[in-house]
């Protein structure tokens, strides 16, 4: 069984996923890679 921390960790990226999802996807289709860079690593 994992760890509580780890299962947090997850908790905490999986916010972070749904909060730049969109912006990653316009930063994508209009092919900026360097905003795309200064965005958090795991998101």
Do not use: G
Not at 1 to 29: C, F, G, P, T
């Amino acid at each position: 069984m994992a760890k509580k921390s780890k299962s947090e960790k997850n908790k905490r990226q999986e916010k972070l996923i749904a909060k730049y999802a969109d912006v990653r996807h316009e930063l994508k289709k209009s092919d900026n890679y360097t905003a795309l860079a200064k965005r958090p690593r795991d998101s």
